[in-house]
Every structure is written in structure tokens, then in C-alpha cells.
């Protein structure tokens, strides 16, 4: 199996400011492969929490496009998952 | 040397385990290799015991690696080994500490999950155990200890990120560490697992917002150890309960070893809150490493003088 790549893979930080918002964070879930990095699951997913999760390059259009419709606060963490993969090696061998 | 370990540098499973024989061969008097079990991919699970040969000394267990991804938790175990057997008879406390204590150490808990995130998927956090009658591979090992195991939050398809196994420590690596832990109860006093990201201290309860009896002491505990850490690089850290701080979670690791009457458990929860996230840069461990010391320091010092 070759590696998963994650080229143009975004992370996204929302915060949902009650409970509709929250719900909206898990229907997406139900629809979308949301990767949830903060909380664990969409199940935890609550109102005032800060929420991340991974999305791939075609369906952060339709989260993209999801949350500015609902009018929800939310930045991109990170644009582009494989570039900072390979970042985080950023020291040298001794 | 090329058989020099950097610590600045995230290492995989191979160059862990070289490290490991290394460790004792360079302190044989200090540090001891224990092969606690095998994983579902009959991958070794090894414990360092830091310390003296008397087991009856109080102890520290800490493991790192439980959720293949947050890779900075394996460099702190690797560092605390490092640390401790270079600092031995230099550094008042730690000289102490091991004169006095044993240390547990866990390298790396999810040992096929962490193969998996270096070969084949960066982003994967559970084991590498097959489900019966599912596609989906893996458990969340963090969701597998028998602490309110079945309760909320549901956790029971095999093809979520959180699922919890079959059964309670249905998993081969969690029946080894909670067999281990089992057989040196007497002697563990605190139990300590590393997680990332958040820069959160927690203690018991996740699976249910009741306070244990020593709260306000493993409170006091958190405090004192997240200003510790705060005083390296001014890293600010948030404690409390898991379930009030973070969410109600059921089956950790933390309950479990709480309930089994550790009565100081904790889980860090250490760098980034999401800058990098899981991909924290390997320029960042060394400060991270540095400052969770001073924090793990403190709970073990205190330990030693607080528990019988």
C-alpha cells in the first residue's frame, strides 16, 4: 500500500457559538470524512468549544461553503496537511 | 556518530528500539529493558525501568505513544530516559528522585499504530487490530481500559477513530500494560500518560463529572506542575478533570488506573493548541521536553514526600 498522501488537505478551527452551530459541525460530520483533532470525536462536539478537524481538498469547498451559508466564525489552520508533513522535519541530523 | 540518537528528532519504531538496548548497555546499573508483551502485530512492548534493582521502592509509571499520531509524546519518553540517566549525580532533584524511586517508562504504547503513522498514514491514532465482521481496522486503545468502558459516549463502531474494542482490554497492548501495572501496584504511585495537543494537565474523572475523593489534591498537584512547566519558556497550560475540562470520555487509561487505586493519575496533553497540531515541528521538542520535565519532576518530588 503506497503512503496516504494529504496534498492540499485543510485543517480547519471552528468555534460554534450554541448549539445549532454544534449541530451543524456534527451533521457535516454525518455527510462529510470530517478527521476530528480536537475533540476526539464529532460526538463531543459542543457549544463554546474550540473544534478542529482535517478535511480533504474536495469536500473544504462544501465545509467552506457550509459554514460562510450559516454564517459561522471559523480559520483555516492548515492549507496545505502534506506540506507540513514534510515540514516538521525541520531539524538537521546532528 | 551515526549511532548517535538525537533527541531534537522524531525517531521511528527501529531507531527506538536501538535506542533502547543502547540505553542499557550504556547504564546497566541504572536502566533495565522488560518485555511486558506483544502487540496485534506481535510487535514487543517494552518497559525501561529507571532506578535500582528494589522493586518495593515507590514507583512511577508514564507511557507515551497511546494515539500513533501525537508524536511528540514518544520524544518525551525517550527524553525523561535521557535526561535522567545523564543527570543522575549532577542534578540535586533527580539524583534524589532516583535514589529513592523507580521510574516505569513506556516508550511508545501503540507500537503498530506508530509504524503505521511513519509508513503508511501520518494521520492514523488507533492500533492495527483487525474487527471481526468490519472493513475498519483498529482501536483506540484510550477507549479500551475497563473504566465505565461501555457508558457515553457511544463509541462502539469499529470504523470510528474512538472505538473501543470488542471488550474491555480486548486489545493485546492494553492487557499488557494493565497486567503490568497490576503486578507492581504496590509499588506505583502515580500514573502518567502522555497525549498531544492542547497543553492541557488532566486528572480523573472522564467518564463522569464526580469529583474523586483527592481532588483538591491532584488540583493542587496540577497547579503547582503547570506552573513549574510555565516557568521554562512561559508555555501556559490549562488542568482540571478530564470531563469538566475537556468532555466526557469513558475507557481511558487514567479512570482505569485511578479506579485501580493510583491514587494520582494525570494526562498531558502536551504541545501545540493547534498551530501544527499532531505535526508539531521537531524544532519544538527540545522546549517541550525541557519544560514537561520540570512538571513531571515536581509530581514525582512530590509523590516521594506525600504518599506512603
Given amino acids: 500500500i503506497a503512503p496516504v498522501r494529504f496534498d492540499r488537505e485543510k485543517v480547519f478551527r471552528v468555534k460554534p457559538q450554541d448549539e ?75 | 556518530s551515526p549511532d548517535r540518537h538525537s533527541y531534537a528528532k522524531y525517531k521511528n519504531w527501529e531507531k527506538i528500539v536501538a535506542w533502547t538496548e ?31 534493582e528494589d522493586e518495593r521502592r ?34 540535586k532533584i533527580m539524583t534524589k528522585l532516583l535514589d529513592k524511586m523507580n521510574f516505569y517508562v513506556l516508550p511508545v504504547f501503540n ?23 468490519s472493513k475498519c481496522i483498529g482501536t483506540d486503545l484510550n477507549r479500551n481500559f475497563n473504566a465505565s ?11 470510528d477513530e474512538t472505538y473501543r474494542g470488542q471488550a474491555p482490554e480486548s486489545e493485546k497492548e492494553t492487557k499488557a500494560v494493565t497486567a503490568f501495572i497490576r503486578s507492581h501496584l504496590k509499588s506505583i504511585k502515580v500514573y502518567i500518560t502522555f497525549h498531544s ?50 468532555y466526557r470520555t469513558s475507557g481511558s487509561s487514567l479512570d482505569w488506573a485511578y479506579d485501580l487505586g493510583i491514587k494520582h493519575t494525570f494526562a498531558f496533553e502536551l504541545r501545540d493548541k493547534g498551530k501544527f497540531g499532531f505535526l508539531l515541528p521537531e524544532s519544538q521538542i527540545k522546549q517541550t521536553c525541557k519544560e514537561t520535565m520540570l512538571a513531571v519532576k515536581f509530581i514525582a518530588k512530590y509523590i516521594l514526600k506525600n504518599t506512603s
Fill in chain 1, 20 to 94: 445549532k452551530e454544534a449541530n451543524i459541525i456534527k451533521d457535516l460530520a454525518k455527510t462529510n470524512e470530517l478527521d476530528f483533532w480536537y475533540p476526539d470525536a464529532a460526538h463531543h462536539v459542543a457549544a463554546n468549544m474550540t473544534v478542529d478537524f482535517r478535511v480533504s481538498e474536495k469536500e473544504s469547498q462544501t465545509i467552506q461553503a457550509a459554514l460562510d451559508q450559516n454564517k459561522m466564525h471559523y480559520e483555516i489552520l492548515i492549507h496545505d496537511l502534506q506540506e507540513e508533513i514534510e515540514k516538521q522535519f525541520d531539524v538537521k541530523e546532528d
Fill in chain 2, 22 to 52: 543502547k540505553m542499557v548497555n550504556k547504564h546497566p546499573e541504572m536502566v533495565s529493558r522488560i518485555k511486558i508483551g506483544s502487540t496485534a502485530e506481535d510487535n514487543p512492548l517494552y518497559v525501561l525501568k529507571i532506578g535500582k
Fill in chain 2, 58 to 91: 515507590k514507583s512511577v509509571f508514564m507511557d507515551c505513544g497511546i494515539h500513533a499520531r501525537e508524536w511528540i509524546s514518544p520524544a518525551f519518553c525517550q527524553w525523561f530516559v535521557y535526561q535522567a540517566t545523564k543527570t543522575y549525580g549532577k542534578n
Fill in chain 2, 111 to 133: 507500537v503498530d499504530g506508530y509504524i503505521w503513522s511513519w509508513t503508511k498514514n501520518r494521520m492514523w491514532r488507533k492500533n492495527r487490530s483487525k474487527n471481526q465482521n
Fill in chain 2, 149 to 159: 468502558w461501555d457508558s457515553f459516549p457511544p463509541t462502539g463502531n469499529p470504523c
Fill in chain 2, 197 to 246: 495537543y492542547s497543553q492541557v494537565l488532566l486528572f480523573p474523572y472522564g467518564y463522569t463529572s464526580k469529583l474523586p475523593p483527592n481532588h483538591e489534591d491532584l488540583d493542587k498537584v496540577a497547579k503547582i506542575s503547570t506552573n513549574a512547566l510555565s516557568t521554562r519558556y512561559e508555555t501556559r497550560y490549562v488542568y482540571g478533570p478530564i470531563e469538566s475540562t475537556m
